[in-house]
């Protein structure tokens, strides 16, 4: 009788064991961006200050997200190109994720002449998102732009795009000390859930 | 044996009949697809689905209207208005919006009624925006 279940339980053990050890095996993921070596420290990328307003009227800065990692993207609202695909799947990742509080999204808006915080306000709510997980924010149009780059996003006005900005519909994902941790193609599905693994394992081995 | 062919005939008769209108299918694909989606479920209320949409069947004569000239200020789907308002696609000409329009009633599940460009036509004749 233990000869024959021995096989078996030897299977389960192994089984449990390759869970217990699979974060501990998997490298953290890495900080992304150009670094260097101050006085023997290593001074990695990381997001400088911002003030933006979302769309309660509140002032978001980095201190909104301190303690917590958050998913920053750039878009308008009138965006007939990208933004509606990579909205549909933050929303799939907001389904996933709302009720935890150690994430958040912020949605940068990079038409801030049209995209007003009445307007990002009313599409917030007819997207049915709660605005203490997700900001759409909005400021100065530079601010915005420059911004962008440190995210690591190309964000351009651009007569000849469609809606007149051309952009790309990449996700970051941003760790508690600033760092730019991951990104994604907010487009592609696949790349998502690759991107939605890498914020699991993040948040199951750094909080 | 004839069995067989029988099933091998109703299996080909089958997908030949799920794939209609790639015509319309590739038009979805180049024009449609950011904003509906995929699978035709639009966007939260900001952007309306295409798949069980009421609003194909209820007002057939409006639909090629608002592909060709757009619209604006709210469009009442399935019992939600949604406000975002869509481009115009004035490029595209009867036969093309009925092969479109013939797509978007036969896809997802949705079993509307074919259409056709002299169809397409007449309803252009009567749009409010043009």
Redesign the interface.
């Given at each position: 009788m233990f000869s024959r279940i021995s096989p078996f339980l030897l299977f389960a053990l192994g089984l449990w064991y390759s869970c217990q050890t699979k974060s501990q095996d998997r490298p953290p993921l890495p900080i992304l961006g150009n670094y260097e070596v101050v006085n023997g420290d290593t001074v990695y990328h990381s997001i400088p200050d911002f003030s933006f307003i979302d769309q309660d009227s509140n002032v978001i800065t980095n201190d909104s997200f301190a303690g917590r990692i958050y998913v920053a993207d750039f878009f308008f609202t009138?965006c007939?190109?990208?933004c509606?695909?990579v909205?549909?799947e933050m929303?799939r990742m907001y389904e996933k994720y709302h009720s935890d509080t150690r994430l958040a999204f912020v949605s940068h808006s990079i038409d801030t002449k049209r995209d007003t915080v009445g307007r990002l306000k009313?599409?917030a709510?007819?997207?049915?998102v709660s605005s203490e997980f997700w900001h759409f924010v909005t400021g100065k149009k530079s601010e915005i732009f420059k911004i962008a780059n440190e995210y690591f996003v190309s964000a351009l006005e651009d007569p000849g795009a469609p809606g007149g900005f051309d952009h790309s519909g990449r996700l970051i994902l941003i760790d508690k000390d600033r760092h730019v941790r991951a990104f994604c193609n907010g487009t592609v599905s696949e790349e998502v859930d690759v991107f939605m693994d890498q914020i699991d394992f993040i948040l199951e081995t750094e909080y | 044996m004839k069995l067989s062919i029988s099933l091998l005939l109703l299996f080909i008769f089958s997908t030949s009949c799920r794939q209609q209108y790639p015509q319309g299918e590739r038009i979805y694909q180049t024009y449609c697809v950011n904003c509906h989606m995929e699978d035709g479920t639009g966007l939260g209320w900001l952007i309306p689905p295409l798949a069980g949409a009421d609003f194909l069947q209820s007002n057939r004569g409006d639909v090629p209207c608002i592909i060709q000239y757009g619209h604006k200020g709210g469009i009442n789907v399935n019992g939600i208005i949604y406000k975002e308002p869509m481009p115009s696609f004035r490029n595209l000409n009867e036969v093309e919006l009925s092969n479109l329009i013939n797509y978007l009633n036969t896809a997802w599940g949705n079993d509307n009624p074919e259409t056709s460009p002299s169809e397409i036509a007449k309803a252009l004749e009567l749009c409010p925006d043009k």
């Open positions: 009138s007939p190109s990208i509606p695909k909205k549909k929303l009313e599409y709510t007819n997207l049915g | -």
